[in-house]
């Protein structure tokens, strides 16, 4: 049997102000909204979940719980990281005891805005600044890199859930206001410094280079290209991917694209790898591997730098074999 929500409470008399503790539990019961994420209502089982603290602690009537929770269980879909800032608002509604048909149109508009503004905070500035920071340590094969981008990350997003919690509850539906007038300017610079971030790690962490030399004698093509600016290769196989999702194509297929290119590419020579392999007499290998098709000639590598000690003894040899032929040579002191 459906149950029909009341537009109004029974009880309207305003509840006291929620304590620090309801709040604070109520920020740990947020990094659950999505655990029950489904494709009815997205995160509303998880939302209603995170809210009940603090609703039962306002809704001392059984009937007006009853129906706070039934209209807290509407559709929802926002930022997981930025979704107390509507708890927080909500709450405030809730312990005023706003008609419930009010309540669920501000959570509605509120919680729509925060999807873009959240993807342009963490996504595109705060994962890659933090990866940009801490990738060179894990790359170096230290621990303490991953360590440091999750703990950079993660209390990053805790202190931002806690701060939204107790600022947004204090400001109650003012705080609507001020997200929807500033989301699209708020939205568009932390994009902006994304797409500066992104262009940094490109330029530092872009490898992709050609092995394929031609001529005679033996001409690096890749050489050619850092002559023209370096890291040429990674800015155009970014910029192209751009232009293949901006004519629809999905991350999926551009991921694939992208493996088939370098399989096909490393068969052939094109790209330079850097697997470490060895020829049979332990030296190795130019380009970091033996390609399947080898359609031009690499050239032979150059006879490594004696060592000073090396250089005597070849010197001292060739002494000796004048000598032996009858050549007087006087070695100096």
């Known amino acids: ?13 305003p509840a006291p102000q929620l304590d ?8 740990w019961m947020s990094c659950f909204l999505q655990a029950s994420f489904n494709y009815e209502r997205m995160q509303a089982c998880g939302w209603l ?9 306002i809704h001392t009537n059984k009937e007006d719980l009853k129906a706070s929770m039934a209209h807290n269980l509407d559709f929802l879909n926002t930022h997981p ?34 999807g873009g503004i959240g993807d342009a905070l963490f996504w595109l500035t705060l994962v890659p600044i933090t990866a940009g920071l801490t990738a060179n340590m894990a790359m170096d094969g230290s621990i303490i890199g991953a360590i ?16 939204l ?13 001020m997200l929807t007038s500033n989301a699209k300017e708020f939205t568009r610079a932390a994009s902006i410094l994304g797409v500066f971030v992104v262009g940094g790690l490109i330029a530092n962490y872009g490898n992709t280079t050609l092995r394929i030399f031609i001529g005679n004698p033996a001409i690096n093509l890749q050489g050619l290209l850092d002559g023209i600016l370096p890291k040429l290769l990674p ?18 297929k551009c991921i694939l694209m992208i493996l088939v290119v370098g399989i096909v590419g490393c068969a052939f020579g094109i790209w330079t790898g850097d697997s470490k392999a060895m020829d049979a007499d332990g030296n190795t ?16 590598p150059a006879a490594p730098e004696k060592t000073g000690q090396q250089a005597w003894d070849a010197l001292n040899q060739v002494v000796v074999e004048l000598q032996e032929s009858g050549v007087t040579v006087t070695m100096p002191e």
Do not use: C
Not at 1 to 13: G, S, V
Not at 22 to 27: A, D
Not at 92 to 110: C, F, G, H, M, P
């Open 148 to 163: 440091m981008f999750l703990a950079i990350f993660n209390i990053f997003q805790f202190v931002i859930r806690w701060w």
């Open 81 to 114: 990281f930025l979704v107390t800032f509507v708890m927080g608002i909500v709450l405030s509604l809730e312990q005023n005891k706003t008609d419930t048909q009010t309540i669920r149109s501000v959570r509605i508009s509120a919680a729509g805005p925060l």
């Open 1 to 13: 049997m459906a149950y029909n929500i009341p537009e109004k409470y029974q009880d309207l008399t």
């Open 285 to 300: 290998i130019l380009g970091g591997y033996n390609p399947l098709v080898e359609w031009y000639e690499y050239p032979a």
């Open 235 to 252: 800015l155009l196989i970014t910029l192209g991917i751009y232009a293949l999702i901006k004519k629809g194509w999905t991350p999926v």
């Open 49 to 57: 979940w995170a809210m009940l603290p603090g609703l039962k602690k």
């Open 165 to 177: 919690m107790h600022w947004s509850y204090g400001l109650g539906t003012k705080a609507v206001t």
């Open 20 to 27: 620090n503790k309801t709040l604070n539990k109520m920020v």
